[in-house]
């Protein structure tokens, strides 16, 4: 959910402390549209950059009309349903992929969009032409970079986390990566492919990855060894996704006793009771 | 959705504030309510396996908590290496099963020792049952949805930076696993719940009395109480 | 000289008869609340003896007092840092199971039983859970020798004797106790103040009378363990710690405590000393056998013009100067010898003294004839039945020496009023005696009249207090005459 920032200051200003401050209205409403179309659109969508998940929408007025955009835009889904020729050609080029629904994506927004994206079509070249990765062949090279980059090992430019943290792959070792996402190993042919992986690297567009990767995005030959990377595992190795939780439950348990047995070691002289022990030895 | 932006963005200042307004009110009003409670003159055998375990653990798991939240960059930083990662993380679950192994043991005592359940309040069971929540979900979430180290430092760290900040952010919190929401949701729901139930004992634990003179003598009328009082 | 006042105390064993009154006086007065039924803040104990909580004097087990690297101090149980690790679980606190666990009886039994066979009967109840339990100890189970196979012979003073002194003593025909009376001794080192993490417990400048402030205690029980006389107590039901008080309400409006007052036998003796506090860290590490003289250095002269002038330099009133000089225990402990503090070598410095029982031989059976032999009536102290060492062991941190002065003095006073009384003790025989004891006719005339004519007014010389004073300083006596209570709001009780 996103809301204003000054909506949410307000909010909290209110929660806070009690008080009602006045809010703020936002100066440039296009600087707002850009973002939100940078935020949300750009990892299934470019301007003029070919077809990501979704389609290329240099020009998409010419093919749809600007009031039919925006209705699809607030909700796919129900445009879908409701059985919509031109939509339902659109799931089936999608692979029956729906474009989700945004909360908070209004009407008014949705008009500003469409607007946005005009105004990008007839640029010569679109700021949202998306990432244009290099066509060459990958290498050994971007493997290993790429793996390095998985683990940790080299750490990602921009500051974002390391995958592992959160993605198993085939191949990690250990108690395996992190089980929070889905595993990655075969992520390569799921995604179909070079472009989409790279669009989808390059601005991920899940909802928790998101508020993450849209401040530290990966640079271009990160994309490109990550690419490489899973597109190596892809080949040689099978999802796993259980890998390496069970010698980590053994791993955990194990430590818990060997605590256990540390307390009754260091506090072995502890008080255990006079009178009863007194009056049994006694007898 | 507006659900997760009452759960993580206006619980959290609702249970701080209760939190705050309601330890320091009753501290004021009712200064010999704060009190440990401890049962272990009615029982001190059980008491060893309960008391001490679940301390133990839940201070070096809340302690992991605040590092992750203070210095995200250096919990980053030591898991760069994946030998160091599964370390702490098998350090983590360790020690969370050891709280969870305590935190039964002290209800197990709770029960069996007809004693120790004539002390026990309504409002004793009712944090245990918070604690049970809120340390078997820690446990599960470390297993299923590792590895929280990592990830605590980059989503669940900028959203509490995000509510320290009166920015509350859920973006980063909202579409996390439901087992994680509710380990959040329940730890403010303690929160809140804290300066009405024993646990206050925890902010009067002893800070002044490794500095303060072994012997107190207080003097009623001035006496050499001008030379510092004590011995 | 840092010259400080306290309250101090003399219990005469040789005339307790252990009725137990002050028990029953104190208990009254101060803990027949809930969570306080277990609590004897006086208690009274048969010694050979294991008292209450059992044992108690072992501190291999519970780990009381202080400990000396001929340097320093330390706790015995978690004095400063070993606090922290220790908060979660004391690994030197008792548990009720060492005390006893409080009962009442199923008295309505006895009228609501159907009509049968039998004589209904009330069994005993838990005053903690309301469930039926089979007793198993109570505050003075070993009574009068009572049960003597398990707790007169592992009272720990018995380690101070020859396996051959330990079997006389058990012997039927040797057979000897007495009773040993015990309230806090409001020590000058006290092991609960110095081992408290909350600061609770404190000592009152004014009369050393050591107390525990409800409000601060948060239950941490470290002042349970570091007591070595297990004089603090842990109240289960409010979550707090308590302890004997010595009746401060009573003796700040000039009555003595309840346990004095109430004393049958008239066996204690209650007065200010003067001390000098800053001797205390220099004895503080004396070896064991010393510590009894040590103790007796510290307290001051009050007729000293050097004292009286320091004791004004440190603002301490004349009125409490003048009942130091009537003080008897002054007289018992300092000017006597005789009253000697129980266990110093737990080095908390008690202040409440004990005059040690001469229990001699009266009468001795030979070839079936009982020989009252006047010549050999109070024999030789040596001879008596308790060995010297078991007192020395109690009374003397193991130095017999100060046991066999006070016995002997003792003994001495006796020929002397037998002399005087009888006559069948001759003057030589006294005199020898006096001369044996390092004593004069008018310290034995003075001894005699303090411990057996002495009335409530002489044994108990109660210091001013000054409350008014205390009050007119820091709020308007009229305005706190209507506002004073108990300290608290609401009732002390239990939190959540």
Partial sequence: ?283 | ?231 | MDVRSQIAMVFHLDKCIGCHTCSVACKNIWTDREGTEYMWWNNVETKPGTGYPTKWEDQEAYRGGWKTDGKTLSLRSTGKARIIPNIFHNPSQPSMDDYYEPWTYDFKELFNAPEGDDQPVARPISKITGEHIDVESGPNWDDDLGGSQIYARNDPNMEALTPNQRLQMMSIERLVFFYLPRICNHCLNPACVASCPSGALYKRGEDGIVLINQQVCRAWRSCVSACPYKKTYYNWSTGKSEKCILCFPRLETGQAPACFHSCVGRIRYLGNLLYDADMLPEIGNLPDDQLVDAQRRMILDPHDEKVIEAARANGIHEGIIESAQQSPVYSFVKEFGIALPPHIEYRTFPMLFYVPPLLPVMSSKENDVIDNDIEDLFGDIEKARAPISYFGSLFGGGNDGVVRYALRKQWAVRLVRRHLTVGDVTKETAERALAEADCTWEQADKIYRLTTLASMDERCIIPPFQREMAIEMMEDPHEHRASVGFGFNSAPERGN
């Avoid at chain 1, 996402?181 to 899940?206: F, Q």
């Avoid at chain 2, 029960?111 to 026990?120: E, I, Q």
Wanted: with cysteine; hydrophobic share 45%.
């Fill in chain 2, 1 to 231: 959705m507006v659900s997760d932006f009452v759960l993580f963005g206006v619980l959290p200042y609702v249970a701080m504030v209760l939190f705050l307004v309601v330890t320091v009110q009753r501290y004021r009003q009712s200064k010999f309510s704060y009190s440990s409670l401890s049962s272990q003159f009615l029982e001190n055998k059980q008491h060893f396996w309960s008391s001490v375990p679940f301390h133990y653990g839940i201070l070096a798991v809340l302690g992991g908590h605040l590092v992750g939240f203070l210095l995200p960059d250096a919990i980053l930083g030591w898991n760069a290496v994946p030998w160091r990662l599964f370390l702490l993380e098998a350090t983590g679950l360790s020690l969370g099963l050891l709280t969870v192994a305590g935190l039964v043991m002290i209800v197990v005592r709770r029960l069996s020792s007809s004693r120790v359940r004539r002390v026990s309040t309504i409002a004793d069971w009712i944090v245990y049952v918070m604690l049970l929540i809120q340390v078997v979900s820690g446990v599960l979430v470390a297993y299923f949805h590792g590895w929280g180290s990592s990830w605590f430092a980059s989503s669940a760290s900028p959203w509490l930076w995000s509510l320290v900040t009166l920015s509350p952010d859920i973006s980063y919190v909202a579409p996390l696993p439901l087992l994680v929401k509710l380990h959040i949701v329940n730890a403010f729901v303690l929160i809140a719940f804290f300066p009405f139930t024993r646990l206050v004992h925890v902010l009067v634990i002893p800070n002044m009395y490794l500095w303060r003179k072994p012997q107190v003598v207080i003097w009623n009328r001035g006496g050499p109480a001008a030379r510092g009082g004590g011995r």
């Fill in chain 1, 1 to 283: 959910m996103q809301i204003s920032r000054t909506g949410r200051t307000l909010l909290a200003a209110v929660l806070v402390t009690g008080a009602l401050a006045a809010p703020a209205l936002a100066q440039d409403v296009s600087e707002e549209t850009v973002n939100y179309f940078k935020a949300n659109c750009t990892s299934c969508h470019t301007i003029g950059g070919g077809r990501l998940t979704g389609p290329d929408l240099k020009g998409v007025t010419e093919r749809q009309g600007p009031e039919w955009l925006a209705t699809f835009i607030v909700n796919p889904a129900r445009v879908i349903n409701g059985g919509d020729a031109y939509a339902l050609e659109l799931k089936r080029e999608a692979k029956d992929q729906v474009m989700p629904t945004l909360p908070g994506l209004t009407k008014d927004l949705a008009t500003k969009l469409v607007e946005l994206i005009v105004v990008e079509s007839a640029k010569e070249k679109s700021r949202f032409v998306g990432l244009q990765l290099s066509d060459r062949p990958l290498t050994e090279e971007d493997v290993a970079y790429g793996r390095a980059l998985y683990n940790g090992g080299t750490a990602i430019a921009s500051g974002a986390p390391a995958c592992i943290g959160c993605h198993q792959v085939d191949g990690t070792g250990g108690f395996g990566g992190g089980r929070l996402g889905p595993d990655l190993t075969d992520v390569y042919s799921r995604l179909e492919g070079r472009k989409p992986l790279a669009a989808w690297l390059a601005a991920p567009p899940s909802l928790t990855m998101q508020p993450i990767f849209a401040d530290h995005p990966l640079e271009s030959d990160e994309v490109l060894s990550m690419v490489a990377y899973l597109k190596s595992t892809a080949e040689s190795g099978r999802p796993t996704p259980g890998h390496g939780a069970f010698a980590f439950l053994i791993a955990g348990m194990a430590g818990a006793a060997v605590i256990l047995v540390g307390f009754d070691l260091i506090w072995r002289r502890r008080f255990r009771g006079v009178r009863r022990r007194l009056v049994m030895e006694s007898k």
